[in-house]
């Protein structure tokens, strides 16, 4: 009988998924602009809402290997811890914040934070890649004070375009969700750039309503997308007069809001009752 050095066993997936994804994360952050500007003005939409004036408590779930966020943010006056699962990760993120203890090792389904010990969390490009969306905004709530707020950015089943960050499939979100699942195992198992060698590519894809369906059973009380935040010093609203007449009609008006968020329901603002 004929015998080989190792045959490779179908559960541990492609190897080259683990060996290349830290480099291949650390490429998209490089190509991404500077994240002061994004961070103040979601601070800004937030302090439409609620009070996020510092100091707070915010945690960033999921932070990554490079976490802009959380240096803008300490540097605002905020006390910000980060959670990770990737312990590659974990390390990088440390060495780049040069304070190993802000970032902890944990996953969003049970994050090693204390229950109401945050006034905001933020949890961007991460829900889709969970096991469970429920657990993790089941956490959310449960580590946020009375009056906080999570703030998601997720995938939108409904956007139209052509190309999306997750994978390297053109109109993705539109495929049945059995040629999703078969893409996914694809990736997994014979071609890890499909998903840019995400060890955990995006599994969900959700609309705004699913959002609030889900964040209605963990027991959030409102739901606010970044349209219903905008300001008069918004620089898409203080443009030309009919930018500021389309703004407030798409906030005043049921239908035109739920057009819009076919759109621009991958980014939600979940409250949890005071």
Known sequence: MSTVAHARRMS???????????????GILDQQPDDMPRVDRLLSRFGRLVDVQPPKDIVVVGCGP?????????????????VEPVPSFVREAAAYLGEPGRVREGCAEAMPVESSACDLVLCENVLEHVDSPRAALDEMHRVLRPGGIAFVTTTNRLRLSLHNSEFNVRFFNWLPSLVRESYVFQHLHYQPSLANQSLRPAVHWFTF????????????????????????DEAFATGKGWKRVLVKRLQGNPWLRALALTQMGHDIVMLKRP
């Open 66 to 82: 490079r976490p802009q966020p959380m240096k803008v943010l300490e540097g605002r006056g905020y006390r910000v811890v980060g």
């Open 209 to 232: 309503a699913e959002l609030c369906r889900l964040g209605r059973e963990s027991g959030f009380g409102q739901f606010y997308s970044p349209l219903d935040l905008f300001g008069e």
């Open 12 to 26: 541990e997936g492609h190897p080259a998924l683990a060996a290349g994804h830290l480099d291949a994360f650390l």
